[in-house]
């Protein structure tokens, strides 16, 4: 069964740093690209970062850029997000997910994971 | 709020065809595929329809989805109980710098 694994959430206070992991068995990592998508409590979807199945190209919501980074480690199959200088909006939870390699930029998500709580509160 | 607009709410009763609605522009359902996620309470989305109107393998033939212009459906036949959930739209929009977008999704009960 295809499996992917978000970890690293929790409690940050405002300006502060984290970083989201994700781990996928049984599913062929280098194959896809991955993309961070996130969900505030309540409210909708928002894609806010994806990365090509090398890691080569990189592309970013305009509300994280400068901000979050994305990137993955295939030899591990593990995907990342550093959250840098963190916003009280960037309270979430964050979901790891799949997509086609090519073409890429194709909102075709799945597999997803079960998603991580990113909370940024004083 | 989102470039892609779908009613917040939606209701059928068991038997019914309901039909969810995500209206955008030229920039994005115009020019590029509709996909489709449904949601229930405290799980991760599904891929429900991708390329506008393509049902990935283990989705029920109740589901179908259409673009015409501007303008994305999902309809659902033979409505069911287990059908209430939170259906979003998604699209890549070429006037963007950043990312696609997801519509705000619209909350479906079933009566």
């Known amino acids: 069964e295809v499996q992917l694994v978000e970890s690293g959430g929790g409690l940050v206070q405002p300006g502060g740093s984290l970083r989201l992991s994700c781990v996928a068995s049984e599913f062929t990592f280098n194959s896809y690209a991955m993309n961070w998508v996130r969900q505030a409590a309540g409210k909708g979807l928002e894609w806010v970062a994806a990365?090509?199945?090398?890691?080569?190209?990189?592309h970013y919501a305009d509300s994280v850029k400068g901000r979050l980074t994305v990137s993955r480690d295939n030899s591990k199959n593990t995907l990342y997000l550093q959250m840098n200088s963190l916003r009280v909006e960037d309270t979430a939870v964050y979901y790891c997910?799949?997509?086609?390699?090519?073409?890429?930029?194709?909102?075709?998500?799945?597999?997803w994971g079960q998603g991580t709580l990113v909370t940024v509160s004083s | 709020h989102s470039v892609l607009t779908q009613s917040p709410s939606a209701s059928g009763t068991p038997g019914q065809r309901v039909t969810l609605s995500c209206s955008g522009s030229?920039?994005?359902?115009?020019?590029?595929?509709v996909y489709w996620y449904q949601q229930f309470p405290g799980t991760a989305p599904k891929l429900l329809i991708s390329?506008?109107?393509q049902r990935p393998s283990g989705v029920p033939d109740r589901f179908s989805g259409s673009k015409s212009g501007t303008s994305a459906s999902l309809a659902i036949s033979g409505l069911r109980s287990e059908d209430e959930a939170d259906y979003y739209c998604a699209v890549w929009d070429d006037s963007l710098s950043g990312l696609g977008v997801f519509g705000g999704g619209t909350k479906l009960t079933v009566l």
């Open positions: 997910v799949g997509s086609p390699a090519r073409p890429w930029l194709v909102p075709r998500f799945d597999p």
């Open positions: 030229s920039s994005n359902i115009g020019s590029n595929h």
């Open positions: 390329e506008s109107n």
């Open positions: 990365i090509s199945d090398s890691g080569g190209r990189t």
